[in-house]
């Protein structure tokens, strides 16, 4: 085989859903993904298009407009019940079909719509081929390349491509293609619900490509490689150079894997234990934990002396009293010799026990046991998502086409936390910022979380901001 001639497959069709011979149950002439990559001079978000996030815990829909940057027109989110969506595949049909008919019914919005899909049963390879003009013969030379490149059976596999150029390498012209692999069941039964609902599935698209699109600034600041981390019902990276996606993978549960485990601690309901990590504050302070007071070693007793002779305290001489025998609401102010008088009957341990003592104003109002558990489950998911997050840096610096990360965009429900990017910033050892989707309608301020809306904002736009 030549290097300009394509592998003699071109007879063979790609198995992708914009192909009539696959016949899906649920749309012809889907595609996926519907890329956004490279496209010039676009500020159409697809008139009445509609992004549609469902994530573990929670559905999205934005109807957005492109003005330098992408703002949300129309925008909605509901719960979603436990279980319905886990680690960001469709578990139960009918619940979020309920949900879905539940959430446009109370909207004004259209029911076209594109949805994201995120999870472990999604694949993204860059591959370099032979320049190849001709469509059909490019799309057999990607399948070819598939068969190594895609860890999934390409019979149960949905196929879509999306040419990046053509670049100079030492062996000569190559052109650069994202290859993007879902399984087909997954995709069926994610598009069945839509359809079941009322809704017409305009296309399909990688939530990863739509963070990218929504977030993405055509500034000094987002040039070079720009990690993007949406934490919410579950944890999406993605690393860019521009608006060109370079690596994608799903980290972790995100903020409701921590609502599920601390309402299991608990025992309570999980919308319970959502609001609650929605409501704490990881940066207050952290007050010393006095159910149980800390140890206290005596000191090494002195040699025995001849103990005094005990004597009758005089008459109007008050005779000292420990602390513990006076409750603390008896207790008056008393006069310095008597504090003096007190404190020398005390014992070391308890001259210790005392000085550690906070006083009231020390202690943080909200900190109890319950406050103690939240914490701990939000800083162990933070150590989880930030060690899967040096892992994905490393292994993108040894790929051969990778590199150094000059900047970490963080988005999400985890911003509805105070703290989190503070507490993950410090984890990384690298600088977070926090970016959510700008509003079109200052109507919708405080109706619903701008920072949960960056991929479905980003599904219903084409394109990024040029």
Known sequence: ?????????????????????????????LKLPSLGFGRSGGRRSGA????????PGLVAAVQ??????????????????????????VIDEDALCEALRELFA???????????????RTVMRTLELPPVTDRKELAAAVRFQAQDQVPM?????????????????????????????????????????????????????????????SLYRPDAEHAGRVLYLNVDG????????????????????????????????????????????????????????????APVEEPAAAPEEEAPEEQTPEEGVPEAVSPEAVPPEAEEPISPEDHDARESAMSYAETVAAAMAPTPAQVPKSQTSSDVEVRTVLENGIREISGEVRNSLDFHRAQESGGEVSRIVLSGSALDVRGFAEALQLSLGLDVHSESVGLADAGLAGKVSTHRLSVAAGLAALEAPQ
């Not at 109370?106 to 472990?120: D, E, M, P, T, Y």
């Not at 309402?263 to 504050?281: N, Q, T, V």
């Open 48 to 55: 009445d298009l509609v992004g549609l996030d469902i994530q």
């Open 153 to 213: 059976p390409l019979t149960n596999a949905v196929l879509d491509f999306h040419p990046l150029g053509i670049i100079d390498t030492p062996a000569g012209p190559r052109q650069k293609i994202v290859l993007v692999a879902a399984q087909r069941d997954m995709i069926e039964r994610l598009l069945a619900a839509v359809r079941r609902a009322g809704l017409r599935a305009e296309g399909v698209d990688l939530s990863a490509f739509a963070l990218i699109r």
């Open 234 to 293: 579950l944890t999406n990276l993605a690393i860019a150079e521009g608006t060109a996606c370079r690596f994608t993978r799903v980290i972790g549960g995100g903020l409701e894997a921590m609502a599920t485990e601390l309402a299991e601690r608990r025992a309570i309901a999980l919308s319970d234990a959502r609001a609650l990590l929605a409501e704490f504050d990881l940066n207050a302070p952290v007050a010393a934990d006095l159910s149980v007071p």
């Open 64 to 89: 957005a407009r492109v003005n330098g940057a992408i703002l949300a027109e129309r925008a909605c989110a509901l719960p979603l019940p436990s279980d319905t969506v886990r680690e960001g595949e």
């Open 1 to 29: 085989m030549s290097a300009s001639s394509p592998p003699k497959l071109a007879t063979k069709k790609m198995p992708s859903l914009s192909n009539p011979e696959l016949k899906l149950p649920t749309l012809r002439g």
């Open 106 to 120: 109370s909207s004004r919005l259209g029911k076209r719509v594109r949805v994201g899909i995120a999870n472990q």
